[in-house]
């Protein structure tokens, strides 16, 4: 009977995860149509092959070292202990593929315990946790639209989403990351883990591309440079919104039993758990998901007087404000950091554009960065003394540890991000000329287009008897 | 002292209620919840209607208003 019963748990959670990877490809539909919606017509392939082209780069990348990036680093290494193996998540292991949970003869590296626990687990938990790191990488690709060099951004992409944000998660976003240990650091659907980061990388990137021509006046005031299409901008934030769903649900376990967690929770209720195995439920946060998103469209809309861009994205920025402490939030508490964190991260877009010359094209830095950073610290505040996991020994959540931890995802996502851009930039690779810029960069591909429309066109009039 | 007065998880998840922080403040949220609903409706309505107020003032000569019709 236990037996069958784990078996059911096992397969319920591939299952689960599976449909959350499935959801969450929504998010990546979101970004492709959002970014073509603000790009102006002459940059619109471009800008879309630049976003879409980060999901292979990010996946083959994430299978080759991120996944092993996760479970190898949460003590630092050297912070709370050294490096862990994990050789379930080496992209040679039997495990990382088709798997039944047997040990064949003369398999190497595959113990019993990691196949009985990863042989249905492992392709899912994987996908998950890439479709974040895709996500990751994508929130910088928005900001740094119409003048980037695709080959830069990606290049960055991986770095973001194949080593940054993971190597953050496993020190952040992990039962046994040492941020967690020592720091009481908790947020529980990433506020930090992967808005903060991706917020501090396109700030990096950003700086070091400089605006897009036309941008500031003379005078060093900001023209603004509206979507094209605010019909696809609407409709992919709404389906970024969609995919979020799934993004929570990715967050949590589904279904676990206090004697599998071991660490001190008593009884035998199962539950859910958020990632550091500590209870809420799918109820919790469909109540405080869809309040911040609420109290984020609300505000946003008096805020930015009625802009559908800005109404949406605050909506966006809402839900990742309270994203850190979702998983323990009353509902009018997510609403009302739902409102408050967007608004004030509506009012910094404009000041850093104003007073550093900073082109975001679509607020990426705000949305994500800058909401996802106070999303962490007002977490420290609002769950101070609360326990940061089930295991014994960890320290409470408290603000010192969340604000620390806010800072740290910022900068760990900014640091890496402007070396690399220095280096790029250096060699002539970051930004196309300004020619190109002007002319648009998709000028040589709408000339073919062009030729071929005039030249089948010909053709077929050619044939009017 | 803990905001939702757990401190450790060493119990049984039967015996557990709510773990929200600040519980006992339900009243207080939903009236500051209310308000700022109600808050919003009074915005919002002076923002329009000062939007409107500006339309109302614009195209004396109807011109942008025939062009609008004409692009449907």
Known sequence: MEGNLNALTTIFTEFYYWVTIVMMFLIHVGFCTYEVGVSRRRNHLKTLMKNAMAIPLVTVTFYFFGWWIYFGFPNGPGIAGGLVTAPFAEPWNPLMGTHLSGVNPGETGVTPTDAALWHRLNGVFWGAFLLFSITTASIVSGAIIERARSGAFWIVAVLVGSVLWILDASWGWHPQGWMVKLWGYHDAYASGVVHAIAGGAALAFLIVLGPRIGKFRPDGTARDIPPHNVWLVTIGLFLIYTGFWGFYAACNIPLISPATIAGQITGETWTATNIYLGPTTLSAITFNFLMSLSGGMMAGYIVSKGDPFWTFSMGLCGVISASAGNDLYHPIQALLIGAIVPSICYKLHYFVERRFKIDDAVGAVAVHGYGGFLGVVVAGFMLWGQPSSPYEGFAHINPLGNFAGAVLMFVLGFAPTFVVCKILNSMNLLRVPAKVELEGVDFALNHAFEASVREVGTAEKAMIK | ?72
């Open chain 2, 1 to 72: 002292m803990s905001t939702n007065g757990m401190e450790s998880w060493a119990v049984d998840l039967k015996d557990v209620g709510a773990i929200y922080p600040f519980q006992g403040s339900e009243v207080l949220m939903v009236i500051v919840g209310l308000v700022f609903w109600i808050g919003w409706h009074v915005i919002q309505t002076r923002n329009e209607t000062a939007e409107i107020e500006a339309d109302m003032t614009a195209d004396r000569s109807g011109d942008e208003t025939r062009e609008a019709i004409d692009r449907y």
